[in-house]
T-cell receptor, first 113, second 112 residues
């Protein structure tokens, strides 16, 4: 069974631009969560989608948004990029949204210049 | 102060040593505790998943949770160079994937 895939793996953007990251969960998984990982703050929860509905959201500004499609694939969008948005963005999928059953993708490394 | 505190290391041990990794937390509502291993340029991989207090063993790995002290540990026996990675603790209060709270991770180096 294929794992969680994220595209692109690396991205360089300029301040003020917007970016869209994609996550394809493991086949059959309906829950997708997104995290931001930085050296200073570690892994921080962004949001979770389950069956196309956002179930929970972390403490990030409205510039961070996401969506989930009917095939469970998910995208997250960051608008008006800031230097501080440079991070590794990870998505994780699980069958039913159980914490102990999450599988992480390799992440998208976003650099904002 | 962060909800979950974890010593960033790096922690360097010789091959074969017993490794102890720890996290403390402040939110008494946490009931589900996890340990992840993250290799460089990879996503975190779930190692151990425990509910409430007690011990759980899986091969060379043992997870301990002491809710009265708000302290969790991961022990690695007979450490191997392949164990060199960053270890992240995470916790949650509902059992769902929503809003896992992570420690910042401890970097472990196992030397030959």
């Amino acid at each position: 069974k294929a794992g969680v895939t994220q595209t692109p793996r690396y991205l360089i953007k300029t301040r003020g631009q917007q970016v869209t990251l994609s996550c394809s969960p493991i086949s059959g998984h309906r829950s997708v969560s997104w995290y931001q990982q930085t050296p200073g703050q570690g892994l921080q929860f962004l949001f979770e989608y389950f069956s196309e509905t956002q179930r929970n959201k972390g403490n990030f500004p409205g510039r961070f948004s996401g969506r989930q499609f009917s095939n469970s694939r998910s995208e997250m969008n960051v608008s008006t990029l800031e230097l501080g948005d440079s991070a590794l963005y990870l998505c994780a999928s699980s069958l039913a949204g159980i914490a102990g059953e999450q599988y992480f993708g390799p992440g998208t490394r976003l650099t904002v210049t | 102060q962060k909800e979950v505190e974890q010593d960033p290391g790096p922690l360097s041990v010789p091959e074969g040593a017993i490794v102890s990794l720890n996290c403390t937390y402040s939110n008494s509502a946490f009931q589900y505790f996890m340990w992840y291993r993250q290799y460089s340029r990879k996503g975190p991989e779930l190692l151990m998943y425990t509910y409430s207090s007690g011990n759980k063993e899986d091969g060379r790995f043992t997870a301990q949770v002491d809710k009265s002290s708000k302290y969790i540990s991961l022990f690695i026996r007979d450490s191997q160079p392949s164990d060199s990675a960053t270890y992240l603790c995470a916790m949650e209060n509902t059992g769902t994937a929503s809003k896992l709270t992570f420690g910042t991770g401890t970097r472990l180096q196992v030397t030959l």
